[in-house]
């Protein structure tokens, strides 16, 4: 069973029917493929949109969550898979830009039957589209949805490779050295002001790397209980007071738009690095931090680690963390070369990443060339 992709042309027959399924292709300008997904069994409703393919099989996480109307959700998604794309490019893992929701009402609607029809409906695309955990989505789901599919990274499965936190943070990590190495002229954390916003999955083991090289540090986080642990090694502040730290670099590690015009006017950093996806409220912002002469280092560059290390999941040798680690490196020489980028031209750092990520996909660079292998699925 399964449906051809369409690309995004103005055909009249945009709805294909499958079982209980109704793939409904939204033909959104600038995406290859968007399908509005329905099942009125299993009360599905979800999105999946695929981007851009050019550079390997559309991939990104599968959010779940109670949107205030399927317009938000469709804003939400199309940002989300667009945003893959460009991360996928920068960091050559051989991906194209995909991501998926599930709309819902109320939590308590995500049962295994709507698991699993999400599951279906991925299946039906035939790997067009591989999905992972995302917000609301951890691996708890993702093990529902894999019961329909083998199109699924990040398990916890010995021939997958799971929860992906200590590998983004690692990433962030060589992000941070490399945003002092612009600042500085050294790589040197010792005695640096490090300001943590958020201290979830990434930020527990990012905190580690940060303390035994030295750094001073100030974390927030809106659950109190998150940050007990580590009351004796860093200065704990209010979650509204973090943007006022004076320091090195605010690290923003909790939700997004959180780089806007309210913000930006306390922020006393000079620099920011962190792992939340989509900080800057829009990409004008990055130009007010730009005017502030705050160096930003864009978040879809330094928080690719976990994206890179499922890419070594789907080799056929199977995965392999040294390789995962080793290719994380390599957000240090990223940043650097988008630093210059943006200075030579004198544009954001943002606009720097994103024409390079452009300039990647055009000239095929980091394109997939080998067969993927779901090792996990493999009897
Ligand atoms: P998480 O959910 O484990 O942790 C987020 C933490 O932020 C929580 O402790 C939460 O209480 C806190 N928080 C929420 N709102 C806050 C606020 N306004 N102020 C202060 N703290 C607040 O998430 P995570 O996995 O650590 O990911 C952190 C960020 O990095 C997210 O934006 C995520 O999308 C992004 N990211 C994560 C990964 C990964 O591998 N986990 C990969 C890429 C990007």
Redesign the pocket.
């Known amino acids: 069973m399964s449906i051809e992709i369409q690309e995004n042309t103005k055909k009249k027959n945009n709805i294909k029917k499958y079982l209980d399924f109704t793939f409904e292709n939204l033909q959104i300008e600038g995406y290859e493929t968007v399908y509005k997904i329905t099942n009125e069994k299993t009360n599905l409703l979800a999105i999946i949109s695929i981007h851009d393919s050019t550079l390997g099989t559309a991939l990104g996480g599968t959010r779940i969550a109670a949107y205030k109307s399927f317009d938000e959700a469709l804003t939400d998604v199309l940002r989300l898979s667009k945003g893959m794309t460009y991360k996928s490019a920068m960091a050559e893992a051989g991906f194209g830009g995909g991501k998926s929701v599930i709309i819902i009402k109320d939590k308590k609607d995500v049962t295994e039957a709507l698991l699993k029809s999400f599951g279906e409906a991925v299946n039906i695309l035939e790997g067009k589209y591989i999905c992972a ?3 609301g989505c951890s691996t708890k789901e993702v093990m529902q949805i894999h019961k329909k599919t083998k199109y699924v990274v990040g398990l916890p499965h010995e021939k997958s490779s799971g ?7 690692w990433g962030v990590f060589k992000g941070i050295l490399a945003t002092l190495k612009k600042l500085y002229g050294s790589t040197s954390i010792k005695g640096k002001k490090i300001a943590i ?8 083991y990012l905190i580690e790397h940060l303390f035994w090289h030295g750094a001073e540090l100030i974390i ?4 109190e209980t ?1 940050l007990k642990k580590f009351m004796n090694v860093a200065k704990i502040v209010k ?1 509204e007071d ?1 943007y006022k730290q004076e320091c090195d670099i605010f690290v ?5 738009g ?1 780089l806007n015009a309210e913000t930006i006017k306390d922020l006393k950093c000079k620099a920011i690095c ?5 900080q800057l409220l829009d990409d004008s912002h990055c130009q007010i931090l730009k005017d502030k002469n705050i160096l930003y280092s864009p ?1 879809f560059v330094v ?5 890179i ?1 499922v890419s070594f999941e789907l080799e056929k040798m199977g995965y392999c963390p040294i390789k995962s680690r080793d290719r994380i490196d390599n957000i240090y020489t990223s940043l650097l070369e988008i630093f210059k980028i943006a200075d030579e031209n004198n544009i954001t750092t943002n606009e720097a990443a994103i024409k390079l990520a452009q300039f990647k996909i055009k000239s095929g660079i980091g394109k997939r060339l080998e067969k993927l292998y779901f090792n996990h699925s493999e009897k």
């Open positions: 955990e995302d917000m929860n992906p936190s200590k590998f983004t943070a916003q958020g201290m979830g999955s990434v930020s527990h927030s986080d809106i659950d998150k979650p973090i923003p590690c909790a939700i997004g959180i962190g792992a939340a996806n989509n978040d928080n690719a680690g976990g994206l290390n």
